[in-house]
């Protein structure tokens, strides 16, 4: 069987450097504790929490003095002083480029700003990177949201406008919407477009566009609670007749992969190469069947 495998497949640097960094901390801590899942994917947490990784869902359950890791997605202004007043230990692994956007965001809101924060309101990093712009914000998830936002702003009298996005959001979601605003907001409103959709993203959805075009199956493999990897599989129902989205080999059902001569696989930032590497191997050593679609 033939098959094209993404080249940018796989860990982001951010989640890369995230389990790096927690895996040589968990050889010199014996319990460390974490606010939500330290990647969205199931079998990278697993291996992690055999190690000491202890996920819980809020500070308040996190004790005094103990070590906490902060996952690439960050974390809301308010945790940080949580995190000081319980005097933790924590290891900051938020992304260098998600830090960016809290600062850019932080400075807006200090301008005077109002901030539109394109991304899905419940994604831990769109909540982090919200708290810094409180209360001139809005996140737009969809273009109702748009309507909501503006009508926030033109009730507020606010002229100075700047757009960010969560890293992982999907470019055209992001184009459409921007377009969109433009045409919504006062004429004589400074609008600021800033395109904060991580470099690593922004590839890795135009690689799977491209090998979405020349094949028969895609196959996404990735965490089925994260957002970029749900966002290539939507790329490729899109460009591609058929798509499935796994999050290991025990996911992919062969007698069906079999019916087809030539696969394309891309995998989302959270998903370890060890679980790519397997995919590709039995992909490659399966033997295409004839098969009569409709037949
Ligand atoms: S997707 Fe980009 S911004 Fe998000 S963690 Fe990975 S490298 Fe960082």
Do not use: W
Request: net charge positive.
């Amino acid at each position: 069987m033939e098959v094209i495998l993404g080249k940018r497949a796989g860990f982001c640097p951010g989640v890369k450097n995230t389990v790096i960094k927690t895996e040589k901390i968990l050889e010199q801590v014996k319990e460390i504790y974490c606010l939500g899942q330290l990647v969205h994917n199931k079998q990278v947490t697993e291996k992690l929490k055999q190690k000491g990784l202890k996920i819980v869902d809020d500070i308040s359950v996190v004790p005094n003095n103990s070590y906490l890791i902060i996952r690439a997605h960050g974390i809301p202004k308010e945790t940080y002083k949580k995190i000081k007043e319980k005097n933790i230990k924590a290891l900051d692994l938020t992304c260098p480029k998600v830090l960016q956007i809290h600062k850019q965001v932080e400075n807006y809101a200090k301008l005077g700003y109002y901030i539109i924060l394109t991304g899905e309101k419940e994604h831990p990093e769109v909540i982090g990177t919200y708290s810094f712009g409180v209360p001139n914000i809005s996140v737009v998830e969809n273009l109702e949201d748009i309507k909501l936002a503006v009508e926030c702003i033109n009730k507020k009298d606010i002229r100075n406008i700047a757009v960010v996005s969560q890293t992982t959001f999907s470019m055209e979601k992001f184009e459409q919407y921007t377009s969109n605003l433009k045409k919504m907001i006062k004429k004589d409103s400074n609008l600021e477009i800033n395109k904060t959709i991580c470099d690593a993203t922004k590839l890795r959805q135009m690689e799977t566009t491209e090998i979405a075009r020349q094949v028969e199956l895609m196959v996404i493999i990735g965490g089925k609670n994260s957002s970029n990897t749900k966002k290539l599989y939507e790329i490729s129902l899109r460009e591609c007749n058929n798509a499935v989205l796994v999050e290991t080999i025990d996911d992919l059902y062969m007698n069906y992969v079999k019916r087809f001569k030539k696969i394309g696989i891309m995998a989302g930032a959270s998903t370890p190469k060890y679980v790519i590497d397997e995919i590709v191997q039995i992909i490659e050593n399966t033997k295409t069947e004839n098969y009569m679609f409709g037949g």
